[in-house]
């Protein structure tokens, strides 16, 4: 089932399914943020990613001696949240575990998914509560996708945690199966701003890590602001699918990763990997703001 959640300024809606934001549009002028889930190029609009970001080595992971298989980025997107509270201008969804959900991932919890409007703003919350009686290992992470016309002519501008440009970064490159490389990259940064191309994504996300990044911009070609994503998390990812020259972008906060190729530990010592002792709640969140026409 769908929401709507608005104020003055902007109107969102998010599907209790996955508890996914569906469509943010600035009411000023009535454009549409959001990327609408055409499935000729990719059929979701901004999923979450839990309890997993990215995949793991082989599709098995191990935790305490046992093999688990799961799929990449988790289950959560794909399940059906219960709506919790909702006022005018905020919306707060939860989701448990179930007995599919054990058998895949071996931990109970409590997750809520909240999204507060604040004049052009978006945020989106997330909490995730440990309700086993020992420690609980975890990944969680964002995937909203942005809608451009076309990706050439648009451009990324990127910001460090003190909101200064940035003038190169450290890319984590892509390997096989769907994992990291041992290896990065430097790219550089021509005035903060980074141009998306055709080519830009040929090797997948671009998985910029160890926070070097607070802010990312996505500007058009006569560097217009068209959405603006702020967060404090170790990753973000930047990515639209490989040699589709798809009319969207994604601009990704995660805390956690996907495996690196030469993995072969348990679930307590992938990179990235979060962790809560028991009864303990783990809360962030992330922001996505659209230039205010009335300034």
């Not at 809520?112 to 309700?131: A, C, F, P, Q």
């Not at 994604?250 to 990179?271: A, K």
Request: aromatic share 12%.
């Amino acid at each position: 089932m769908r929401y709507t959640i608005e104020n003055v300024k902007i109107r969102c809606e998010i599907d209790s399914h996955g508890a996914e934001l569906k469509s943010f549009v600035r009411k000023a002028d009535g454009k549409e943020i959001m990327w609408d889930a055409n499935p000729a190029y990719w059929n979701r609009t901004s999923p979450v990613l839990f309890p997993f970001v990215g995949g793991v080595k082989d599709k098995i992971y191990r935790f305490e001696g046992k093999e688990y298989s799961i799929g990449q980025h988790g289950f959560a997107r794909d399940m059906e949240f219960t709506l919790e509270s909702q006022t005018e201008d905020e919306i707060w969804f939860a989701l448990t575990e179930n007995e599919e959900s054990l058998g895949k991932y071996p931990f109970r919890f409590l997750l809520k998914i909240g999204y507060r409007l604040d004049e052009s703003k978006v945020h989106v919350m997330w909490k995730v509560h440990n309700t086993n009686d020992s420690e609980m290992f975890f990944a969680i992470g964002a995937h909203p996708a942005f809608a451009v016309p076309v990706l050439e002519g648009h451009s990324f501008r990127l910001y460090d945690t003190k909101n200064q440009p940035v003038s190169s970064v450290k890319n984590r490159i892509f390997g096989t199966g769907g994992c990291v490389a041992d290896v990065t990259e430097e790219v550089n940064i021509n005035n903060g701003c980074l141009a998306i191309t055709e080519n830009l994504f040929d090797h997948d996300a671009l998985v910029i890590e160890n926070g070097q990044l607070g802010r990312v911009d996505l500007v058009d070609d006569f560097g217009k602001l068209l959405v603006s994503v702020s967060f404090d998390a170790p990753l973000v990812g930047l990515w639209s699918p490989p040699h589709k020259n798809a009319p969207f972008v994604c601009i990704e906060p995660w805390y956690g990763r996907c495996d690196s190729e030469s993995f072969n530990g348990e679930l307590s010592e992938r990179e990235f990997e979060q962790s809560l002792a028991s009864g303990e709640i783990f809360e962030a969140e992330y922001t996505m703001e659209v230039a205010d026409l009335s300034e």
